[in-house]
């Protein structure tokens, strides 16, 4: 509605995880240092935690992209309310393989076969899985096992955990120690500050196609930033409707009373 006002080529505040979009705060940047530190020097296991909404998933298809395609192959575990069996064939079919062996301990043969095969015409694996809070205890211990699969220089497979803040206290339990042992490179992505906001605000604006139109004034992002404890989800709706609040007073600058109105109808739709 108020993208050709504005004179935007597209909209800057939607909320689906576009690497494009990707502002790279400190506490951001330092994460996705840590993700590439970790593959790079074959770590094993790192684990990425952070709040809903606050670009995780966003950050982890940005350091898919930055990973080399002629050195690295890829498995992304999106849906993790799935059996052992069940994952074992999800990182087969994420690998390219077409025929699936079908019982559990078939299953981590074939892998162990695939991995090898790999890595000896140079290749590195790396296994993401998403929203890892919501892994069984057996998924993991099977996620761990597949970890002992090495040649004598190396393992096979390096494995990635991006979770809810749940997923530190899940990892903390008694009966995952061995797992826990393993994980070698640990990141938090952190909310983000007043100057960050002020920043990605102006970030996605001008990656829309924005030549100044609209402006937040200085109140407005205050606001924004108190409102929305720094997550960049929330910090998106609230612009979004601030922008159309601003838009229809058909005013260039989105002010405190624009986010007042963004707010009052956020509050409508979660209550």
Aim: positive net charge.
């Amino acid at each position: 509605m108020y993208q050709s006002f504005y004179g935007l080529r597209e909209l800057p505040f939607n909320i689906t995880p576009d690497p494009k979009f990707l502002y790279l705060s400190p506490t951001h940047q330092e994460a996705l240092q840590h993700l590439k530190y970790g593959v790079g020097e074959r770590k094993g296991f790192i684990v990425l935690v952070g709040e809903v909404g606050c670009g995780k998933t966003t950050l982890c298809r940005r350091f898919l992209n930055e990973l080399d395609p002629a050195r690295y192959d890829t498995a992304l575990i999106l849906n993790p309310r799935i059996t052992e069996t069940q994952m074992l064939k999800a990182i087969l079919t994420e690998l390219g393989e077409k025929k699936l062996a079908r019982s559990q301990a078939d299953l981590v043969a074939q892998i162990n076969r695939v991995l090898l095969e790999r890595i000896e015409h140079g290749r590195d694996i790396v296994l993401i899985i998403d929203e890892a809070q919501n892994l069984t205890f057996d998924v993991l211990e099977q996620v761990r096992l597949l970890s002992n699969l090495e040649t004598d220089k190396q393992k096979l497979l390096q494995t990635v955990l991006i979770g809810q803040p749940e997923l530190k206290e899940i990892l903390s339990r008694e009966e995952l120690r061995q797992l826990r042992q393993r994980i070698l490179v640990h990141c938090e992505l952190r909310p983000l500050t007043l100057a960050d906001v002020t920043h990605y605000v102006h970030h996605r604006l001008t990656l829309a196609g924005s030549g100044g139109r609209p402006a937040f004034t200085k109140w407005a992002l205050r606001a924004i930033h108190r409102h929305s404890g720094g997550i960049p989800r929330i910090i998106n709706n609230l612009c979004d409707k601030a922008v159309l609040a601003a838009y229809i007073r058909e005013s260039d600058d989105v002010t405190y009373w624009d986010v007042r109105r963004a707010l009052k109808d956020v509050r409508a739709l979660t209550h």
